[in-house]
């Protein structure tokens, strides 16, 4: 059927309208131009003008059209004016008119507007303008991780100029704002910027100005399947067709929950890509944590850029010196190993280790610029205080309990398998159905401890006073992750703590607990239990995430630190190394260290004490990278942190 000529012309107005509010502006003013000509050709022609004062003129009759034109347009933009008017009839007809039109115009053109506004502010609240920031760094994903990442890159953003954050995620921009405005406060000299988006979605990843970043991370969702959504954002960013062109990477760090889809991820990344394993970061550290204490502390140290962190750094000057001569070299900073020219990273390389050209140094160092040569060559080393190492004596087989069951629970079984003595023996204690399952599944294979399950609900004392808790040597809580709400979680293990602490009070036992924290606000209310170290796993994953993010090659440092059988992190006792209540410098100890082929690191006192005023004690004693010519006492309790290749060294 034909369209009449009033649905044509109410088609092309539907369709003019629709194309935002530069369109019904410019119609606006075209009408009006029309009916202020049309009103100015009538008196023009009609001669309708009464005096030639209103135009501007002293006495000749001789205007022109134009200038019936302006006394029009001044009428219809200012009623006032037909105020000083003569009385004329028609003159004072088409002059009210244009007044009148002119009210009706102004007022649509400032509804127009007003509603243009409006429309602007609200798309600018849903977070779809492009991002034009550049070298800035992309988180893509929303989770309750994104809090301290945004908080750890804040830090590290300090000393850098107009640094800034864009986050793409699927959640309401004003939303993602507000609640970072709360969690992290103030982002002092960085930028963040928000935006709503689907990151597997290659329009939504076009807003955030993805191939102009520095870095990007991605972020597991705490929804549906976490590591599909992460492997398609992966290959989102790698087979974008607006990608860097070559040879211009990524620098991806992303993270993935389940071991078994690493394989997937590095496929779909290739040399692009950095993967944080989020469970086999957590149960390394929970095997290693619940058997030395305050370790954790000493990872989330390295990890945390509001301490002192690990740093690569080119050396001129100790070219063609040993490995052991660069450790001595650096008073405010701890040298751990080399990274060679050709990329190689090496933790604890042999102390005769020669540095060659363009190596770099690997050390702890509370900045970038911190990592500088002391130039001494006295140390103050006090030879008498150094203590011969003991006799080797083998350990003990140990018996480990662990309350609650996660996925993680597996993973942590086995990596405990490489650091327990022939003998030992771990006991599960759980409700979970699928427990006994999974041990048998991945379990059954265990060279040096034999495994026993007990059903039950570890927040019931009846229970946990049933399980003779007196009898173990290290206890591991796990969080129930199979809640859906963090506090909850959270919750079953602090009741589960304090009925432990109150137990080892009443018994008189010591024995060391580790446990999870999914959030860690809820660490300093579980300070009450006086637990010996705390896993909270989600602010390690995140500090993990931040740091490779800033420098993809601490993935291979971390890597080397974190797995059995090579270079690891030991807390040892301070007597093994220095006669205690004798003043001894740092430097002592790293020679006393170097002795036995370790690097010391840092110390673990047994109360949290102030050493000077230079050095700052975190939670548990722990001090990381001290100074090295301060003086320090020892006293029994005390520990010495090292690296070293075997636990059982020193």
């Given at each position: ?15 003019l309208?629709?194309?935002g509010?530069f ?22 022609i009609?001669?309708?003008i009464?005096?030639?004062k209103?135009?501007g003129?002293a ?16 009428r219809?933009?200012?009623?006032g004016v037909?105020s ?21 115009l102004?007022?649509?053109?400032i509804?127009?507007?007003?509603s243009?506004v ?11 303008s ?6 800035h760094?992309?988180?893509l ?39 970072i405005?709360a969690?992290?406060?103030?982002t002092?000299?960085?930028k963040v ?26 972020l ?6 976490p ?7 992966i ?8 990608r ?22 590095q496929i779909?990344?290739k040399d ?6 989020f469970?086999?970061?957590?149960s390394?550290?929970?095997a290693?944590t ?8 000493v990872?989330?140290e390295?990890l ?5 962190e ?16 660069a450790?001595?070299a ?10 060679k020219?050709?990329g ?36 103050g ?8 190492a003991?006799?080797?004596v ?37 409700e979970?159905?699928?427990?006994e ?41 796990l969080s129930?992750?199979?809640l ?13 703590l ?13 024995f ?6 999914l959030?860690?606000r ?7 239990t ?17 740091q ?5 090659e ?9 797995t ?5 992190i ?8 220095v ?12 020679e ?22 230079e050095?700052s ?13 301060n ?20």
């Open positions: 059927m034909k369209a009449s000529i009033k649905q044509y012309i109410s088609y092309k107005f539907d369709n309208m629709s194309k509010t369109a019904p502006i410019g119609l606006l003013f075209f009408v009006s131009f029309l009916i202020i000509l049309f009103i100015a050709l009538l008196l023009y009609f001669g309708l009464p005096d030639t209103i135009l003129l006495d000749s009759k001789n205007y022109n059209y134009f200038d019936v034109v302006w006394v029009t347009i001044l219809t933009l200012d009623g037909i000083e008017d003569p009385i004329d009839l028609w003159f004072l007809f088409f002059m009210f008119l244009s007044t009148v039109g002119g009210i009706f102004v007022s649509t053109l509804g127009i507007v007003n243009g409006t429309q602007r502010m609200i798309e600018l609240r849903k977070g779809r492009f991002v034009v920031e550049k070298n760094t992309v988180i994903g929303w989770s309750f991780q994104v809090f301290q990442i945004i908080s750890e890159l804040v830090i590290a953003n300090e000393n850098q100029i107009n640094p800034s954050i864009a986050i793409l995620a699927d959640e309401d921009k004003i939303k993602m704002e507000d609640e405005k969690k992290v406060g103030d002092k000299n960085t910027i928000c935006r709503t988006g689907n990151p597997i979605d290659l329009v939504d990843l076009e807003i955030i100005n993805l191939h102009q970043a520095k870095s990007i991370i991605i597991a969702p705490e929804r549906g399947d590591d599909s959504i992460v492997i398609k954002t290959l989102a960013i790698t087979n974008n067709p607006n860097r062109p070559a040879p211009h990477k990524y620098h991806i760090t992303a993270e993935i929950r389940d071991p078994k889809n690493v394989p997937i991820a779909a990344g692009e890509v950095q993967l944080v394993i469970d086999y970061l957590i390394r550290i929970t290693q619940c058997r030395q204490p305050g370790l954790s502390v990872f989330t390295l945390d850029f509001s301490g002192d690990i740093y690569f750094q080119k050396e001129p000057k100790l070219y063609g010196k040993s490995f052991v001569e450790m001595f650096y008073e405010t900073s701890a040298v751990i190993g080399l990274r020219k050709d190689r990273i090496l933790i604890k390389p042999p102390l005769h280790t020669r540095i060659e050209e363009d190596d770099m140094i690997i050390a702890i160092s509370e900045d970038d610029d911190t990592v500088i040569l002391s130039g001494m060559t006295e140390y080393i006090d030879p008498g205080a150094i203590r011969v003991p006799k080797y083998p350990p003990k087989p140990e018996n480990t309990l662990i309350l609650g069951w996660n996925r993680r629970a597996p993973l942590i079984i086995n990596e405990l398998d490489n650091y327990v003595w022939p003998g030992s023996k771990i006991t599960v204690v759980s979970n159905p699928v427990a399952t999974e041990l048998s599944l991945h379990c059954s294979d265990l060279a040096h401890q034999t495994v026993s399950y007990w059903f039950g609900d570890t927040t019931n004392r009846t229970i946990l006073d049933d399980l003779n808790i007196e009898q173990y040597d290290h206890v591991i809580v129930q992750t199979d859906s709400d963090v506090q909850s979680t959270d919750a079953r293990t602090l009741s589960t304090l009925h432990l602490r109150d137990i080892a009070n009443k018994k008189g036992h010591t060391s607990i580790v446990s999870e924290m959030d860690d809820n660490r300093r209310l579980a300070e009450i006086h637990t010996d170290d705390f896993i909270v796993s989600v602010k390690l994953d995140s500090l993990m995430l931040a490779i993010s800033e420098n993809k601490l993935k291979t440092v971390f890597e080397d630190l974190f059995a059988g090579g270079p690891a030991y807390i040892k006792p301070a007597e093994n190394y006669e205690l209540g004798r003043p001894v410098n740092f430097y002592t100890v790293l006393s260290a170097r002795q036995r082929n370790q690097i010391a690191i840092g110390y673990k006192l047994q109360q949290d004490r102030l050493v000077s005023k050095e004690v975190l939670a548990y004693g722990v001090v990381v990278n001290p100074k090295k010519s003086q320090i006492f020892f006293s029994e309790g005390d520990k010495i942190i090292v690296i070293s290749e075997e636990e059982q060294v020193g």
